[in-house]
């Protein structure tokens, strides 16, 4: 079982920045990022390969955030620049076997409980 524990998370103006953190216990995945934000449905924000040379974003985020990992550490990470304050949602961690990355939070067979970001106007 892989235990993913994410942090970083927190309260920021409009336009400030966070870093989130995502450390696993393990294993080699691909590892996404998504979040919830109250009275909405899951959805993707970045993903990147397991070594780390591919990635992917969401539109909504695309030039805005930046993930990345270190696999010395076996840690994940969400740069968040210019936040929005529509980005305000639980954020997740989350870790998928198999050589391919996904956009499908369904694909993934490890998730983290989440961190909030809060982001006022």
């Known amino acids: 079982q892989v235990q993913l524990v994410e942090s970083g998370g927190g309260f920021v103006q409009a336009g400030g920045s966070l870093r989130l953190s995502c450390a696993a216990s393990?294993?080699?995945?691909?590892m996404g990022w998504f979040r919830q934000a109250p009275g909405k449905e899951r959805e993707f924000i970045a993903v990147?390969?397991?070594?780390?040379?591919?990635?992917y974003y969401a539109d909504s985020v695309k030039g805005r955030f930046t993930i990345s990992r270190d696999n010395n550490k076996n840690t994940v990470y969400l740069q968040m620049n210019n936040l929005k304050p529509e980005d305000t949602a639980v954020y997740y961690c989350?870790?998928?076997?198999?050589?391919?990355?996904?956009?499908?939070?369904?694909?993934?067979?490890?998730r983290g409980q989440g961190t909030q970001v809060t982001v006022s106007s």
């Open positions: 990147i390969s397991w070594r780390g040379t591919s990635t």
């Open positions: 393990g294993g080699t995945f691909s």
């Open positions: 989350a870790a998928k076997s198999g050589i391919s990355y996904s956009t499908n939070q369904d694909d993934y067979n490890y």
